[in-house]
């Protein structure tokens, strides 16, 4: 158990649709990332917050939008969904300072049907 | 913009057998290295990292890679697999100075047969 918690852990909707994933990070983590694993693009980085603020982005397309809330949890937002969106989505939270590692949460199974 | 090639989507060996997973890395600036793996149906798990200092680098359940500039390559091995090693390695690499995110490779299943 890596300390980071994601919900839902399945989620199934249909194409136009809006979704909110949200994550946890570990206790007194400040960075929250996000990443999306599918089998097309594998593994990549969409977006990381720290403390609040943005601090780097990836990959992530405009339809999609994320934040992080004072008490540090993050949400990810995807709208207008595609069926290229099905995807696992993973959200790592890390410890202030330089290359922290990067604590995995189990991820969101998302099908786009 | 860095990238990682893992050659081999599968490898399969025998239980106790040897193993090495390869991967090579491209970048402009330097990078630091990692190794994760993902059992199924869970998230990703560090295995092991390379920051700075010695190049041999030694993780959990007895796997070891090394850093290798001049080759652009941080392989992973272990002496001897088990069973439950069954999952898949992925390879991933940050730059220096250019935040924490991870660009990662695109995996290596690791089959281990009795």
């Known amino acids: 158990d890596s300390g980071v918690t994601q919900t839902p852990k399945h989620l199934i909707t249909a194409t136009g649709q809006r979704v909110t994933l949200r994550c946890s990070p570990r206790s007194g983590d400040l960075s929250v990332y996000w990443y999306q694993q599918s089998l097309d693009q594998g593994l990549q980085f969409l977006i990381q917050y720290y403390n609040g603020e943005e601090r780097a982005k990836g990959n992530i397309l405009e339809r999609f939008s994320a934040q992080q809330f004072p008490d540090l949890h993050s949400e990810l937002n995807l709208s207008s969904l595609e069926l290229g969106d099905s995807a696992l989505y993973f959200c790592?939270?890390?410890?202030?300072?330089?290359?922290?590692?990067?604590?995995f949460g189990p991820g969101t199974r998302l099908l786009v049907l | 913009a860095q990238s990682v090639t893992q050659l081999d989507s599968q490898v399969p060996v025998f239980e106790e057998a040897p193993v090495e997973l390869r991967c090579n890395y491209s970048?402009?600036?330097?990078?630091?290295l990692f190794w994760y793996v993902q059992y199924p149906n869970q998230g990703l798990q560090l295995l092991l990292k390379y920051l700075s200092g010695s190049t041999l680098v030694k993780g959990i359940n007895g796997f070891e890679a090394e850093f290798n500039k001049s080759q652009t390559s941080f392989h992973l091995r272990k002496p001897s697999v088990h069973i439950s090693d069954t999952a898949e390695y992925f390879c991933?690499?940050?730059?220096?100075?250019?935040?924490?995110?991870?660009?990662f490779g695109t995996g290596t299943q690791l089959k281990v047969e009795l």
């Open positions: 970048s402009s600036v330097s990078v630091y």
């Open positions: 790592a939270s890390s410890a202030v300072g330089l290359q922290e590692t990067q604590y």
């Open positions: 991933a690499v940050s730059e220096q100075g250019g935040g924490n995110k991870l660009t």
